[in-house]
C-alpha cells in the first residue's frame, strides 16, 4: 500500500513562491510515476504536472508550464512541486498521486492548501 504525505502549503501573496513536497513510502519508488493535481472548492480536480521514469520525463498543464517545475529524489522517495509567480488562480489543495506503471493503480495524499492572496 503506497502512503502520499504532502506538506509545504501555506498562505502567500501574488508573486511569490512555494515549495510543495510529498513524502512516498514505503514502496519501491521508480515503480510508480507521479504526479500532481489541484482542487478548488465547487470545481474539479485539475491535473497539474506528471513525472515519469527513465528521464525523468516531465509534463505540466498549459496554466502552470514555465512558472511550476515537478522534480522527484529517489533516495529519499520525495516529490516535490516548484511553483513560482504564484497567482490568486493557483489557490487550491495540492495533491500528489503515484500512479503503479504496471498495473495502474492510484494512491492519493490527503493534500495541502495554497492560499495566494493580498
Known amino acids: 500500500q503506497v502512503q502520499l504525505e504532502e506538506s509545504g502549503g501555506g498562505l502567500v501573496q501574488p508573486g511569490e513562491s512555494l515549495r510543495l513536497s510529498c513524502r512516498v513510502s514505503p514502496v519501491p519508488f521508480s515503480r510508480y510515476s507521479m504526479s500532481w493535481y489541484r482542487q478548488d472548492p465547487g470545481k474539479e480536480r485539475e491535473w497539474v504536472a506528471t513525472i515519469t521514469l527513465p528521464g525523468p520525463a516531465t509534463s505540466y498543464a498549459d496554466s502552470v508550464k514555465d512558472r511550476f517545475t515537478i522534480s522527484r529524489d529517489g533516495t529519499k522517495r520525495m516529490l516535490y512541486l516548484q511553483m513560482n509567480s504564484l497567482q490568486a488562480e493557483d489557490t487550491a489543495v495540492y495533491y500528489c498521486?503515484?500512479?503503479?506503471?504496471?498495473?495502474?493503480?492510484?494512491?492519493w495524499g490527503q493534500g495541502t492548501q495554497v492560499t495566494v492572496s493580498l
Open positions: 498521486k503515484a500512479t503503479d506503471r504496471f498495473t495502474q493503480r492510484q494512491f
